[in-house]
């Protein structure tokens, strides 16, 4: 062997060692995925999600022949060990996301203040959303009691649909039908009790988790319309929405076939 050969082998030995132990040490890294779903029209673990009652017989039992699909992500948790293979095979595959964990989660927060922190904006977020539902009806809180249940979701990311769903519940489209038309319609949105959709993350993966469970229609904050369209699937029709009006209004125009806003 050459001196040159013997140099290359000796650099060599210590430059693996350290590719192995960049292999095996854990990454301040989360990996993301399309998660579940669930339709607010419906049942989750065999309970209604939305129960109203106090209004007129008729309208709150009235059923809608379409889906309302909330969307979510699914991320490893805080404490996760992440590792160098598992972020190279992630980074290159459009249905997966590879984000530092400080973007993901509160630095130094444990799984359980995680799900806890979670479950309080999931609380938030649906009085928001019963409140702004509501207002949109001008019902009063007095007159129409409202339930959300929804299990083992946390965030404030589905109180554009819960809105939408409470609506579906108690008035429809206003003429007897229900805002689907008989589509399955997805989406994600913050919202606030005046009726305003904010912008919540992750919106990529959740198009791809509302089209693998059937959705033609996707909602979503008119802010995040870029991010959505990077990596669409195909035959996903876009709907950007900034408050609850607005979006109202392109649920009819779905039904009734009028101008629908795009991306």
Known sequence: MTARGRTLAICAVPFAALVAVAALAPLPMSLAQPGLTANVLGDNKSKPVITVSGADGRSASREDD????????????????????????SWFR????????????PEGETTEEVEKHNQDEMRQSQQAAVKAALGQLHRSSRDVRVS????????PSAGLLFSLGVIDKIDGDGSGGGLTGGRTIAGTGTIKADGTVGPVGGV???TKAAKRDGASVFLVPKAECADAEAELPKGLRLVPVTDLDGALGALKALRNGGRVPGC
Do not use: C, N
Request: aromatic fraction near 2%; proline fraction near 11%; hydrophobic fraction near 45%.
């Open 204 to 206: 990529p993966l959740k």
């Open 148 to 155: 959300l249940r929804l299990a083992d979701v946390g965030g």
């Open 94 to 105: 459009t249905d997966r996301a590879v984000m530092p964990s400080e973007a993901v989660y």
């Open 66 to 89: 379409g889906k309302l699909l909330m969307t979510t992500i699914a991320a490893t948790p805080p404490d996760a060990t992440v590792r160098l293979p598992q972020v190279l095979s």
